[in-house]
């Protein structure tokens, strides 16, 4: 069996991905930012010569680059958060090559998605938000899918999971400004400023569908969340009966 584990920014995926390390010490969990046979997600999409040339860039970054790398035919991955250093530039130099926020074309999106689900033929692994939170957050802020547009596409990653044994444990938020309110504490620096929190307010509101919809702000950013969590208990239901498990954020015994 492996673990799809699903939920909103907050309802505690992190934790619950611990949790079940814990109680299955054989199994590898697959965290934001690793190396996923599945995700892409913190990661750049690069062909071999684009990969050379920021090996050539960063020649001081050049180990640490290597050992953060992954080849999967003619393009290299790489897992370029878990390189450590000061140069905010490297940073900004990757991001530019991950798959989501518009930066490759749908149907390249479509297709990139699919083939790695359908490559992807491990056993005993558990995964963080590797499903559904990157996907879905780009369908619906950068390329403004609609619900059902949505939908057609995970009926197709349905597919291309057939065959595979697989289990969704999508952790439901009821109090979806308290999960956000803690994960805002989280993540703030030693003095009180916050660091996620304002960049995910900036992420929404300069994406095509705050500006194609006319919302921004705390308030709005909110509904999202809600209607991203709606969603996601839809495909549940709708695309993935059989292979899912709702529990409550926070609030569950493993």
């Not at 990969?51 to 992954?70: M, T």
């Not at 035919?73 to 090559?97: P, S």
């Not at 444990?169 to 009180?192: C, F, H, P, Q, T």
């Amino acid at each position: 069996m492996n673990y799809f584990v699903e939920g909103l920014q907050g309802s505690g995926k992190s934790t619950l991905v611990g949790r079940l390390a814990e109680k299955y010490p054989g199994y590898r969990a697959v965290r934001e930012g690793d190396y996923s046979p599945v995700e892409l997600s913190w990661c750049a999409y690069m062909t071999r010569p684009q990969y050379q040339a920021v090996l050539a860039k960063y020649p001081n970054l050049r180990p640490q680059i290597e050992q953060k790398s992954f080849a999967e035919g003619d393009r290299m991955i790489v897992c370029y958060t878990k390189v450590e250093t000061d140069n905010r530039a490297f940073y900004e130099d990757l991001e530019q090559y991950e798959i989501y926020n518009n930066r490759v074309s749908r149907e390249d999106f479509r297709r990139i998605i699919l083939s790695r689900y359908a490559r992807w033929n491990g056993d005993e692994e558990i995964f963080e938000c590797s499903l559904f939170q990157n996907i879905v957050e780009d369908m619906i802020l950068f390329r403004n899918a609609s619900d059902e547009e949505i939908i057609r596409f995970y009926r197709e990653i349905r597919e291309a999971l057939q065959g595979r044994e697989y289990h969704i444990l999508y952790l439901e938020s009821g109090d979806v400004e308290g999960n956000i309110a803690a994960i805002r504490k989280e993540r703030s620096d030693d003095e009180g400023n916050e660091l996620w929190f304002p960049m995910m307010c900036r992420f929404f509101d300069e994406s095509p569908f705050a500006k194609a919809h006319g919302v921004s702000g705390e308030k709005d950013l909110m509904e999202h969340f809600r209607h991203r969590q709606e969603l996601e208990l839809r495909l549940c239901r709708e695309v993935f009966p059989g292979h899912f498990t709702v529990l409550q954020s926070k609030n569950y015994s493993l």
